[in-house]
């Protein structure tokens, strides 16, 4: 079975430009989840989507956003790109989408924001 | 929300020998799962282990076992064995009860020395 897929691998973009991220999950998974991960604050949670619903969302401005579409595959936009959100963006899948429901990563996609 | 503390920002360990890494967590749902997952430095993150909060035994998954303390709120990771290709980042995550959103901690850096 085919793991979490993401694209791009890399990205570089300027100050002010917008992006678009995708995911594909893992076949029959039903929950994605996407992440920031930087040296400096580590792990951190961005929104969850459960059938094409935003379920939970992290403590980020409304620049980061995100969809999901029927095929479960989902995308991630940040608009107005800042210096700060240069990361390492990792996407998730889950099969139940609940608690004790293993998260399944992708290899990521690296922004690099100049 | 919740905490996950990982307070052992570095660890060596000489192969073939065992390794404990240590997590604390503080949760106040009655439902919720532990995670391990390991991210070597070519970025993905690999699920280890898992451990729900209703689980009377330690999970164990080959050479990886979890030595869950309820009462003391902790969920340590013990390898086994250790190899060369242990040494990578390590990162415990708690799920809260209520959809799939992941809490992690900051992480442990291990080092494997042949």
């Known amino acids: 079975k085919a793991g979490v897929t993401q694209t791009p691998r890399y990205l570089i973009k300027t100050r002010g430009q917008q992006v678009t991220l995708s995911c594909s999950p893992i076949?029959?998974?039903?929950?994605v989840s996407w992440y920031q991960q930087t040296p400096g604050q580590g792990l951190q949670f961005l929104f969850e989507y459960f059938s094409e619903t935003q379920r939970n969302k992290g403590n980020f401005p409304g620049r980061f956003s995100g969809r999901q579409f029927s095929n479960s595959r989902s995308e991630m936009n940040v608009s107005t790109l800042e210096l700060g959100d240069s990361a390492l963006y990792l996407c998730?899948?889950?099969?139940?989408?609940?608690?004790?429901?293993?998260?399944?990563f992708g290899n990521g996609t690296r922004l690099t924001v100049t | 929300a919740q905490k996950i503390t990982q307070t052992q920002p570095g660890m060596f360990v000489q192969e073939k020998e065992a390794v404990t890494l240590d997590c604390t967590y503080d949760t106040s749902d009655p439902s919720y799962g532990l995670f391990w997952y390991k991210q070597p430095s070519s970025g993905e993150m690999i699920f280890l282990i898992y451990?729900?909060?209703?689980?009377?035994q330690n999970a164990t998954e080959g050479r990886y076992s979890l030595n869950f303390q309820k009462a003391r709120k902790s969920a340590n990771l013990v390898i086994s064995a250790s190899q060369l290709g242990d040494s990578a980042m390590y990162f415990c995550a708690t799920s809260r009860g209520t959809g799939n959103q992941f809490y992690f901690g900051t992480g442990t850096s291990l080092t494997v020395i042949p």
């Open positions: 076949s029959g998974h039903r929950s």
């Open positions: 998730a899948s889950s099969l139940q989408g609940n608690y004790n429901s293993p998260l399944h």
């Open positions: 451990q729900g909060s209703y689980d009377q």
